[in-house]
């Protein structure tokens, strides 16, 4: 069974600060990760993809990805309460599936 | 946003009955996907497609089926459908299976009573 796990949280945050949320699955073979938003009650967002070990920035966000480790992490900086949502990771296995995490909530404190 | 809609966005329905959700997409994506998504748990993959006529199951498929006769349309039936049915359903696309991303409608809230 090939699994994708993340803290279910919820990550209480101040405003301003880095949030931290992580990931690690089990298939040795997924080669590509991603990132999803979702707000209470709406459809996941896409808000990062990365491919290879290392860190991609993208405005406030960074993925972070160690595939010795078999982690994924998404770094929140400035954190804002509008950041506030459940966070989803999502890895395509070796069959080309999305495996999903359940999610970690987030809330910034103002 | 993509251009990806669902209908309806909310239904009741009997244990029983026959149920169907449309996804409709403006972007002529290949690959369209259906997923419930339940409290504790990931999004879970239903069906999915790879072209008109062209679909496979996914993980959690018993008690579902799909049809793709246009590229722009995928529907999801439910032809019996059971409490344990009740869930929040999102269609998604993709332009491939490689490393291209997922894009979501906005859902449909199904309770079945």
């Known amino acids: 069974q090939k699994e994708v796990e993340q803290n279910s949280g919820p990550l209480s945050v101040p405003e301003g600060a880095i949030a931290s949320l992580n990931c690690t699955y089990s298939d040795r073979g997924s080669q590509s990760f991603f990132w999803y938003r979702q707000y209470s009650g709406k459809s996941p967002e896409l808000i990062m993809s990365i491919y290879s070990n290392g860190d991609k920035e993208d405005g406030r966000f960074t993925a972070q990805l160690n595939k010795a480790s078999q982690y994924v992490s998404l770094l929140i900086r400035d954190s804002q309460p509008s950041d506030s949502a459940t966070y989803l990771c999502?890895?395509?296995?070796?069959?080309?599936?999305?495996?999903w995490g359940a999610g970690t909530k987030l809330i910034i404190k103002p | 946003d993509a251009g990806i809609t669902q209908s309806p966005r909310h239904k009741v329905t009997e244990t029983g009955t026959p149920v169907t959700l449309r996804c409709h997409q403006t972007?002529?994506?290949?690959?369209m996907y259906w997923y419930r998504q339940d409290p504790g748990h990931g999004l879970r993959l239903i069906h999915y497609s790879y072209g008109v006529k062209d679909t496979d199951k996914g993980e959690v498929s018993d008690g579902y089926s799909v049809s793709r006769s246009k590229t722009e349309d995928f529907l999801l039936t439910l032809e019996s459908a059971t409490s344990s049915q009740t869930s929040v359903y999102f269609c998604a696309i993709s332009q491939s299976t490689g490393q291209r991303e997922q894009y979501f409608g906005p859902g449909t809230r199904l309770t079945v009573t």
């Open positions: 972007e002529n994506h290949r690959y």
């Open positions: 999502a890895v395509r296995d070796s069959n080309y599936q999305l495996i």
